[in-house]
């Protein structure tokens, strides 16, 4: 399985951008399928996650109300659509799924997640 990033780019503060994690490789049915980030010098942080179980999103409070996840399970692609962004949401970007079904408080825990994609660079900035 290969989970492919997408969609970053330079942004001006108070704009938007969608990225979209693309999956490749024998068919699965993620659990789980999220978006983290890390900005230079931070620890990666969780961002946001689909839980197929739910069929909801689940976001960070820093990210709450300004970010949207969404899943497109026939085409097992997960995207974020980000708006309001702001200089402090400047990092790079990885999607991320895990296949086991793990209770709701682990999502947040990079360590259940068995793939990941190469990471895609948002920049917000004027």
């Known amino acids: 399985v290969q989970l492919q990033a997408s969609g970053g780019g330079l942004v001006q503060p108070g704009g938007s951008l969608t990225l979209t994690c693309a999956t490749s490789g024998r068919p699965f049915s993620p659990a789980y399928m999220a978006w983290f980030r890390q900005a230079p010098g931070e620890e990666r942080e969780f961002v946001s996650a689909?839980?197929?179980?739910?069929?909801?999103?689940y976001y960070a409070d820093s990210v709450k109300g300004r970010f949207t996840i969404s899943r497109d399970s026939a085409k097992n692609m997960v995207y974020l659509q980000m708006n309001s962004l702001k200089p402090e949401d400047t990092a790079v970007y990885y999607c991320?799924?895990?296949?086991?079904?793990?209770?709701?408080?682990?999502?947040?825990?990079?360590?259940?997640?068995?793939?990941w994609g190469q990471g895609t660079q948002v920049t917000v900035s004027s």
């Open positions: 689909f839980r197929r179980s739910t069929n909801r999103g």
């Open positions: 991320a799924a895990a296949e086991r079904n793990y209770n709701s408080g682990s999502m947040f825990n990079s360590n259940i997640y068995d793939y």
